[in-house]
């Protein structure tokens, strides 16, 4: 006698269920209250400045990249959130300096998700704050931007002055879903933005373990090194678009930017 197993479909998020299926959720995107991270049990035991991150606002999305509310970064980075469904808008900076050469960084021990790996030059959220909102592609994107000239310089020292805004090339969009453990995850709409110029680095131990410029050999040898571990979305990206993009640096990168589809992997 063979039985049937049920499988139950998770509901489409929208704007009108997304607090009843979550309800450490505000439907406001901007000035909406949250829970401080900082007295969760669930963070005990980790770093104190990262902890203090995790009270970070990040803005939750439909699965058309519409801001539908905030959350708390501990909120969308908790599997048992994401298995839901519950999703988050993100960006990844690729910066490459006169040489044509890949700023890599390893993220911090400290980090709470993804510790240790190595990862593009710069993976972060835009947040519910002025200027780092959007409903319409193109406002996400200068909010995008915004939100990466401030992390370059929380992580890596980088000055604004050294990346303008407007220097940032938004290519594409993708949608992907990676664990780190069994208790934190990422589920993002991922903004890739490339910019070249030549920086000067400060780096942020808190933040970064290491970093090193990579020509697009020395980065295929690395992904051949057993001991090395990399994030999930730097190597998908990798393995999907990156080394064509990165071809065309200097000429004809034109015809793979602002792409309006969402890259769902």
């Not at 993976?123 to 995008?144: A, F, M, N």
């Not at 090193?212 to 990798?238: N, Y």
Request: net charge negative.
């Amino acid at each position: 006698m063979s039985s049937t197993a049920t499988v139950t479909e998770q509901p489409k998020i929208t704007a009108e269920n997304v607090v009843h299926l979550f309800p450490d959720v505000n439907t406001a995107v901007l000035g909406g209250s949250h829970d401080s991270a900082r007295n969760d049990d669930a963070l005990a035991g980790y770093d104190e400045e990262q902890i203090k991150l995790m009270d970070e606002v990040c803005i939750v999305l439909d699965d058309d990249d519409k801001p539908i509310g905030s959350a708390s970064k501990k909120v969308c980075h908790l599997m048992e959130n994401i298995n839901k469904g519950l999703l988050h808008r993100a960006f990844s900076v690729f910066l490459f300096d006169s040489q044509n050469r890949l700023l890599l960084q390893q993220r911090a021990t400290e980090k709470i998700t993804f510790p240790d790996m190595w990862t593009n030059t710069c993976c972060s959220h835009p947040l519910g704050i002025p200027g780092e909102t959007g409903t319409t592609l193109e406002e996400s994107v200068q909010g995008v931007r915004r939100a990466a000239v401030r992390k370059l310089d929380q992580e890596l020292g980088i000055k604004s002055s050294q990346v303008p805004i407007d220097d940032f090339k938004f290519l594409t969009r993708i949608h992907y879903k990676a664990p780190s453990d069994g208790k934190w995850g990422e589920h993002e709409v991922d903004y890739i933005l490339f910019i070249k110029a030549d920086v000067d680095l400060n780096i942020n131990p808190n933040e970064v373990r290491d970093s090193a410029f990579v020509t697009q050999d020395e980065l295929k040898a690395m992904f051949q090194d057993k001991s090395l571990k990399f994030t999930p979305w730097f190597k998908l990206i990798c393995e999907t678009m990156l080394f064509e993009w990165w071809s065309h640096l200097n000429s004809g990168l034109e015809k793979y930017l602002g792409e309006t589809e969402i890259r769902r992997m």
